[in-house]
C-alpha cells in the first residue's frame, strides 16, 4: 500500500483561507498489517471525535481532523502558547484489496485507528490436499 | 532566576522566550533530548517532547499539553521549586506484535517537559483532565500570589 502525502494546496474553494490561518500538519500514522486486514493510527491530539473526518474518493483514503488550538478563556492571558490551531491531514492509496464498504474506524484519545478490510480473495487459503 | 515575567508585559517575541526557558531548564537537568534541537512543533520534532500552552489569570494557571495516545496511569505530574514535571512513558500496545508493522512514524518511549511556573501555585487543590489526547491542568494560585489591590488612602 503506497502512502501519499499531499502538499498543503487544497482544491476544494473557499478552504484556502481556512487552510492560511490554520496550521497543515500531516499526523504521525502508524501502519500494522496482517492477513486479514490493513490497521492506520493516526495521532491528532485536541481534535474533539466530531472534529475527525475519513473520506474516500476513488482510490484515495483521506485522514482529516481539526484541532482548535487553545482558545484562551476570559480572564486569562497567554504566557506561551505553541499549540496553535491546526489541520491534521493524511491521504493514503488504498489497495484493491481493501473492502471499501467494510472500512470502520475509532477514534480515542487523540488517535483515529482506521481498520481496512482486506478482500475475501486476497487471504492465503488453505487447500486440503486429499 | 525570573524566568517567565509575571504578569504579560508589551508582547514581546514569546519564541526566543521559549528558546531561553527550555534552555536554561533542560541544562538543569541532562536527560532531555530537545536542547539540541531548536525549539519547533512538539508533533513534528524527533525529540519526544510535547507542545505545551501556558495561561495564566488572577486565580490560577492552565497548562495544555499535547500527549495523544495514553493511559491516564502513564503520565506523572510533578511541581517543584516553580517549576511544573510533565513525564512519562508511552508504551506500545502488545497486540500489535501479531500484526507486522509496516510503518511507524508515531513517537513511543519516554516522553519529558519541564515547565517555569510564573506563580506559586498550590499544589494539593491542583485538578488534571485528560481529553481528546491532551492533557489540561489547572493549577490555582497561592492565595499570597494572587494580586491584591491596595488602597490609596485619601486625606
Known amino acids: 500500500m503506497t502512502t501519499v502525502n499531499r502538499k498543503l494546496v487544497s482544491a476544494e474553494p473557499g478552504t484556502l483561507q481556512a487552510h492560511l490561518e490554520r496550521d497543515l500538519v500531516s499526523p504521525p500514522v502508524d501502519v500494522f498489517e496482517s492477513e486479514r486486514e490493513i490497521v492506520l493510527e493516526a495521532e491528532m491530539p485536541g481534535v474533539p471525535k466530531d472534529g475527525t473526518r475519513l473520506s474516500i474518493e476513488g482510490d484515495e483514503l483521506t485522514l482529516s481532523g481539526e484541532a482548535a488550538g487553545t482558545d484562551v478563556p476570559s480572564g486569562y492571558a497567554a504566557v506561551y502558547t505553541e499549540r496553535r490551531p491546526r489541520e491534521y491531514r493524511r491521504v493514503f492509496v488504498l489497495g484493491a484489496e481493501v473492502q471499501r464498504d467494510k472500512i470502520r474506524a475509532r477514534y480515542e484519545d487523540g488517535v483515529l485507528q482506521v481498520t481496512l478490510p482486506k478482500a475475501e480473495r486476497a487471504q492465503p487459503r488453505r487447500i486440503p490436499v486429499e | ?155
Open chain 2, 1 to 155: 532566576m525570573n524566568l517567565v515575567p509575571r504578569r504579560l508585559q508589551a508582547r514581546r517575541n514569546p519564541f526566543t522566550d521559549l528558546l531561553d526557558i527550555q534552555r536554561e531548564v533542560n541544562d538543569l537537568f541532562d536527560f532531555s533530548l530537545s536542547r539540541w534541537l531548536g525549539r519547533d512543533e512538539g508533533l513534528l520534532d524527533r525529540s519526544w517532547a510535547p507542545s505545551v500552552d501556558v495561561l495564566d489569570s488572577k486565580d490560577s494557571l492552565i497548562v495544555k499539553a499535547d500527549l495523544p495516545g495514553l493511559k491516564k496511569d502513564d503520565i506523572e505530574i510533578s511541581i517543584q521549586d516553580g517549576m511544573l514535571v510533565v513525564r512519562g512513558e508511552k508504551k506500545q500496545e502488545t497486540d500489535k506484535k501479531e500484526k507486522g508493522s509496516i510503518r511507524s512514524e508515531r513517537f513511543y518511549g519516554s516522553f519529558y517537559r519541564a515547565v517555569s511556573l510564573p506563580s506559586p501555585v498550590d499544589e494539593s487543590k491542583a485538578r488534571a483532565a485528560y481529553k481528546n489526547g491532551v492533557l489540561e491542568l489547572t493549577l490555582p494560585k497561592r492565595e499570597e500570589a494572587k494580586p491584591k489591590q491596595i488602597k490609596v488612602d485619601t486625606d
